[in-house]
Antibody
């Protein structure tokens, strides 16, 4: 059973940079059958797709965040990471990582439990 | 950007009833790239339907999806207590991949 787990700081100061990591267990990250997403959910709000990465390192970002984000992958550790710069309170959210699978026409079939990030001084 | 509008915002029904949730897209979305997710409080979303009409693994057959173009529907027949949750549609044919604002299915 494939499991995803997010890790990172729960509290970050405004203007700083957020770094989150998603660790995959029970499966491979190095397959062209998958790509790996970051999604966030603002407090009491809906879902916002941030971007995704293939194991090869190719990335696709939400244009609204593209200037502030970078997603990277470390296949040796079975991890992929999100870096979000110039944080403001508006970035306070639950951040999820999720897998998109070819078997599901790249719908997101496995999700992490989410990690809450608060941006506050 | 493709905007997905879900209706109703809240649906109040009793166990055993049928739920019909709508998702309307601002541009045509190929069925292959339309999914539905269920989210319960404090939990991550869970894939329910992919390619507009296929149930994900482990999803009971009381869940069904339909639609094409700009209009998609998630139907839940014979609601069970565990079905009450928020449901989101999502398109991923075009960047940015967007979600609807969600329909909250609550117990009447």
């Amino acid at each position: 059973q494939v499991l995803l787990k997010e890790s990172g700081p729960g509290l970050v100061k405004p203007s700083q940079t957020l770094s989150l990591t998603c660790t995959i267990s029970g499966g491979s990250i190095s397959s062209d059958s998958y790509y790996w997403n970051w999604i966030r959910q603002l407090p009491g709000k809906g879902l916002e797709w941030i971007g995704y990465i293939y194991f090869s390192g190719s990335t696709y970002y939400n244009p609204s965040l593209e200037s502030r984000i970078a997603i990277s992958v470390d296949t040796s550790k079975r991890q992929f990471s999100l870096r979000l710069t110039s944080l403001t309170a508006a970035d306070t959210a639950v951040y999820y990582c999720a897998r998109s699978a070819r078997d599901y026409y790249y719908a997101m079939d496995v999700w992490g439990q989410g990690t809450t990030v608060t941006v506050s001084s | 950007e493709i905007v997905l509008t879900q209706s109703p915002g809240t649906l109040s029904l009793s166990p055993g009833e049928r739920a019909t949730l709508s998702c309307r897209a601002s541009q045509s979305v190929p069925s292959s790239y339309l999914a539905w997710y269920q989210q319960k409080p404090g939990q991550a979303p869970r894939l329910v339907i992919y390619t507009a009409s296929n149930r994900a693994t482990g999803i009971p057959d009381r869940f069904s999806g339909s639609g094409s173009g700009t209009d998609f529907t998630l139907t839940i027949n014979g609601l069970e207590p565990e079905d009450f949750a928020v449901y989101y549609c999502q398109q991923y044919v075009r960047s940015p991949h967007t979600f609807g604002q969600g329909t909250k299915l609550e117990i009447k």
